[in-house]
T-cell receptor, first 115, second 113 residues
Framework: DGGITQSPKYLFRKEGQNVTLSCEQN?????MYWYRQDPGQGLRLIYY???????QKGDIAEGYSVSREKKESFPLTVTSAQKNPTAFYLC??????????????FGPGTRLTVL | GESVGLHLPTLSVQEGDNSIINCAYS??????FIWYKQESGKGPQFIID?????DKRQGQRVTVLLNKTVKHLSLQIAATQPGDSAVYFC????????????FGAGTRLAVHP
Protein backbone atom coordinates (compact mmCIF):
# COMPACT_ATOMS: atom_id res chain seq x y z
CA ASP A 1 0.00 0.00 0.00
CA GLY A 2 1.26 3.46 -0.84
CA GLY A 3 1.05 6.16 1.77
CA ILE A 4 2.61 8.21 4.51
CA THR A 5 3.46 6.81 7.90
CA GLN A 6 4.27 8.70 11.05
CA SER A 7 5.59 7.26 14.25
CA PRO A 8 4.97 7.14 17.07
CA LYS A 9 1.28 7.98 17.30
CA TYR A 10 1.70 9.33 20.84
CA LEU A 11 4.93 10.73 22.28
CA PHE A 12 5.68 12.06 25.72
CA ARG A 13 8.68 14.21 26.46
CA LYS A 14 10.13 15.81 29.54
CA GLU A 15 10.94 19.49 29.44
CA GLY A 16 14.44 20.17 28.18
CA GLN A 17 14.63 17.05 26.01
CA ASN A 18 14.92 16.90 22.25
CA VAL A 19 12.64 14.45 20.48
CA THR A 20 12.48 13.27 16.86
CA LEU A 21 9.27 12.50 14.99
CA SER A 22 9.45 10.11 12.08
CA CYS A 23 7.79 10.56 8.68
CA GLU A 24 8.16 8.09 5.80
CA GLN A 25 6.43 8.03 2.41
CA ASN A 26 6.44 5.49 -0.41
CA UNK A 27 4.51 7.63 -2.88
CA UNK A 28 7.68 8.68 -4.71
CA UNK A 29 6.82 12.31 -3.94
CA UNK A 30 9.55 14.92 -4.15
CA UNK A 31 8.11 17.39 -1.64
CA MET A 32 7.49 16.80 2.05
CA TYR A 33 6.09 19.06 4.75
CA TRP A 34 5.70 19.30 8.51
CA TYR A 35 2.75 21.06 10.11
CA ARG A 36 1.72 21.78 13.64
CA GLN A 37 -1.94 21.79 14.67
CA ASP A 38 -3.31 23.32 17.86
CA PRO A 39 -6.96 23.36 19.00
CA GLY A 40 -8.91 26.19 17.41
CA GLN A 41 -6.30 26.83 14.73
CA GLY A 42 -5.61 25.60 11.26
CA LEU A 43 -2.42 23.87 10.17
CA ARG A 44 0.75 25.91 10.47
CA LEU A 45 3.79 25.09 8.35
CA ILE A 46 7.01 24.32 10.23
CA TYR A 47 9.41 23.18 7.51
CA TYR A 48 9.17 21.92 3.98
CA UNK A 49 11.47 20.21 1.53
CA UNK A 50 11.04 20.21 -2.23
CA UNK A 51 13.93 17.87 -2.98
CA UNK A 52 16.46 15.67 -1.21
CA UNK A 53 19.17 17.54 0.74
CA UNK A 54 17.20 20.80 0.60
CA UNK A 55 14.64 22.27 2.97
CA GLN A 56 13.18 25.66 3.87
CA LYS A 57 11.70 27.19 6.99
CA GLY A 58 7.98 27.61 7.16
CA ASP A 59 6.03 30.06 9.27
CA ILE A 60 6.92 28.65 12.70
CA ALA A 61 10.36 27.03 12.34
CA GLU A 62 11.87 28.31 15.60
CA GLY A 63 12.71 25.46 17.96
CA TYR A 64 12.49 22.81 15.25
CA SER A 65 14.99 21.17 12.90
CA VAL A 66 14.70 18.76 9.98
CA SER A 67 16.83 16.72 7.61
CA ARG A 68 16.13 15.27 4.17
CA GLU A 69 18.83 12.72 3.43
CA LYS A 70 16.49 10.36 1.60
CA LYS A 71 13.53 11.02 -0.66
CA GLU A 72 11.32 8.79 1.47
CA SER A 73 12.12 10.29 4.86
CA PHE A 74 11.71 13.71 6.48
CA PRO A 75 12.25 13.50 10.26
CA LEU A 76 11.38 16.45 12.50
CA THR A 77 13.28 17.18 15.71
CA VAL A 78 11.54 19.22 18.36
CA THR A 79 14.28 20.82 20.37
CA SER A 80 14.31 22.11 23.93
CA ALA A 81 14.24 25.62 22.43
CA GLN A 82 10.62 25.15 21.34
CA LYS A 83 8.70 26.94 24.08
CA ASN A 84 5.31 25.26 23.64
CA PRO A 85 5.83 21.94 21.89
CA THR A 86 2.66 20.16 22.99
CA ALA A 87 0.64 19.80 19.79
CA PHE A 88 -0.50 17.46 17.03
CA TYR A 89 2.18 17.16 14.34
CA LEU A 90 1.29 16.28 10.78
CA CYS A 91 3.58 15.26 7.94
CA UNK A 92 2.52 15.58 4.31
CA UNK A 93 3.95 14.99 0.86
CA UNK A 94 3.19 16.11 -2.68
CA UNK A 95 4.43 15.54 -6.21
CA UNK A 96 5.87 19.08 -6.49
CA UNK A 97 5.30 19.60 -10.22
CA UNK A 98 7.65 22.45 -10.97
CA UNK A 99 6.05 25.52 -9.45
CA UNK A 100 2.36 24.67 -9.33
CA UNK A 101 0.64 23.99 -6.05
CA UNK A 102 -0.26 20.34 -5.70
CA UNK A 103 -2.45 18.26 -3.48
CA UNK A 104 -0.72 17.36 -0.26
CA UNK A 105 -1.35 13.95 1.26
CA PHE A 106 -1.13 13.62 5.01
CA GLY A 107 0.06 11.04 7.46
CA PRO A 108 -1.95 10.01 10.54
CA GLY A 109 -0.14 12.47 12.84
CA THR A 110 1.87 12.31 16.06
CA ARG A 111 0.51 13.72 19.31
CA LEU A 112 3.41 15.17 21.32
CA THR A 113 2.86 15.98 24.97
CA VAL A 114 5.48 17.68 27.14
CA LEU A 115 5.27 16.64 30.77
CA GLY B 1 -10.30 11.27 20.33
CA GLU B 2 -8.11 14.29 19.80
CA SER B 3 -9.63 17.72 20.25
CA VAL B 4 -9.03 19.42 16.93
CA GLY B 5 -10.48 22.87 16.65
CA LEU B 6 -12.22 23.42 19.99
CA HIS B 7 -13.44 26.86 19.00
CA LEU B 8 -14.22 26.27 15.35
CA PRO B 9 -17.49 27.38 13.77
CA THR B 10 -19.87 24.44 13.75
CA LEU B 11 -22.46 23.44 11.21
CA SER B 12 -25.11 21.11 12.59
CA VAL B 13 -27.26 19.15 10.14
CA GLN B 14 -29.72 16.29 10.23
CA GLU B 15 -28.72 13.02 8.65
CA GLY B 16 -29.92 12.98 5.05
CA ASP B 17 -29.90 16.75 4.61
CA ASN B 18 -27.48 18.57 2.34
CA SER B 19 -24.57 20.44 3.92
CA ILE B 20 -22.85 23.56 2.65
CA ILE B 21 -19.51 24.57 4.11
CA ASN B 22 -18.10 27.94 3.11
CA CYS B 23 -14.61 29.34 2.82
CA ALA B 24 -13.41 32.83 1.94
CA TYR B 25 -9.95 33.05 0.42
CA SER B 26 -7.60 35.99 0.30
CA UNK B 27 -5.31 35.59 -2.69
CA UNK B 28 -7.13 36.68 -5.86
CA UNK B 29 -4.30 35.16 -7.92
CA UNK B 30 -4.75 31.68 -6.44
CA UNK B 31 -5.29 29.12 -9.14
CA UNK B 32 -5.87 26.02 -7.06
CA PHE B 33 -8.07 25.15 -4.10
CA ILE B 34 -8.44 21.98 -2.08
CA TRP B 35 -10.92 20.71 0.46
CA TYR B 36 -9.77 18.38 3.22
CA LYS B 37 -11.71 16.39 5.80
CA GLN B 38 -10.18 15.68 9.20
CA GLU B 39 -11.71 13.23 11.62
CA SER B 40 -10.82 13.43 15.27
CA GLY B 41 -7.29 12.22 15.96
CA LYS B 42 -6.45 11.62 12.31
CA GLY B 43 -4.60 13.39 9.53
CA PRO B 44 -6.50 15.48 6.95
CA GLN B 45 -7.90 13.51 4.02
CA PHE B 46 -8.16 14.93 0.50
CA ILE B 47 -11.78 15.31 -0.64
CA ILE B 48 -11.83 17.33 -3.84
CA ASP B 49 -9.91 20.09 -5.60
CA UNK B 50 -10.65 22.73 -8.20
CA UNK B 51 -8.54 24.90 -10.50
CA UNK B 52 -9.42 28.54 -11.07
CA UNK B 53 -10.44 27.92 -14.67
CA UNK B 54 -13.51 26.07 -13.36
CA ASP B 55 -16.58 27.28 -11.43
CA LYS B 56 -17.80 23.90 -10.31
CA ARG B 57 -16.50 20.40 -9.85
CA GLN B 58 -18.38 17.34 -8.71
CA GLY B 59 -17.24 14.22 -6.95
CA GLN B 60 -19.07 11.44 -5.23
CA ARG B 61 -21.73 13.18 -3.09
CA VAL B 62 -19.58 16.33 -2.99
CA THR B 63 -19.53 19.46 -5.12
CA VAL B 64 -17.13 22.37 -4.90
CA LEU B 65 -18.20 25.79 -6.16
CA LEU B 66 -15.77 28.59 -6.84
CA ASN B 67 -16.85 32.24 -7.07
CA LYS B 68 -13.75 34.19 -8.06
CA THR B 69 -15.61 37.53 -8.08
CA VAL B 70 -16.13 37.45 -4.32
CA LYS B 71 -13.25 35.06 -3.55
CA HIS B 72 -15.54 32.45 -2.10
CA LEU B 73 -15.35 28.68 -2.11
CA SER B 74 -18.01 26.25 -0.93
CA LEU B 75 -18.22 22.53 -0.37
CA GLN B 76 -21.61 20.91 -0.75
CA ILE B 77 -22.21 17.44 0.67
CA ALA B 78 -25.35 15.68 -0.52
CA ALA B 79 -27.37 13.40 1.76
CA THR B 80 -25.08 13.97 4.73
CA GLN B 81 -24.25 10.87 6.73
CA PRO B 82 -22.94 10.40 10.29
CA GLY B 83 -19.57 9.42 8.81
CA ASP B 84 -19.31 12.92 7.34
CA SER B 85 -18.92 14.37 10.85
CA ALA B 86 -15.47 15.96 10.88
CA VAL B 87 -13.61 19.24 10.54
CA TYR B 88 -13.40 20.51 6.97
CA PHE B 89 -10.55 22.72 5.77
CA CYS B 90 -10.10 24.67 2.59
CA UNK B 91 -6.55 25.32 1.35
CA UNK B 92 -4.94 27.55 -1.27
CA UNK B 93 -1.36 28.38 -2.27
CA UNK B 94 0.01 31.59 -0.73
CA UNK B 95 1.02 34.51 -2.89
CA UNK B 96 4.23 33.47 -4.61
CA UNK B 97 4.37 30.28 -2.58
CA UNK B 98 4.65 27.48 -5.06
CA UNK B 99 4.34 23.97 -3.66
CA UNK B 100 2.95 25.38 -0.43
CA UNK B 101 -0.58 25.62 0.89
CA UNK B 102 -2.32 27.88 3.39
CA PHE B 103 -5.08 26.21 5.36
CA GLY B 104 -8.19 27.89 6.68
CA ALA B 105 -9.13 27.47 10.35
CA GLY B 106 -11.76 24.89 9.48
CA THR B 107 -15.46 24.25 10.05
CA ARG B 108 -16.78 21.45 12.21
CA LEU B 109 -19.65 19.50 10.66
CA ALA B 110 -21.88 17.72 13.19
CA VAL B 111 -24.39 15.27 11.74
CA HIS B 112 -27.33 14.33 13.95
CA PRO B 113 -29.51 11.23 13.44
Amino acid sequence: DGGITQSPKYLFRKEGQNVTLSCEQNLNHDAMYWYRQDPGQGLRLIYYSQIVNDFQKGDIAEGYSVSREKKESFPLTVTSAQKNPTAFYLCASSIASGGRADTQYFGPGTRLTVL
Amino acid sequence: GESVGLHLPTLSVQEGDNSIINCAYSNSASDYFIWYKQESGKGPQFIIDIRSNMDKRQGQRVTVLLNKTVKHLSLQIAATQPGDSAVYFCAEPPLGGYNKLIFGAGTRLAVHP
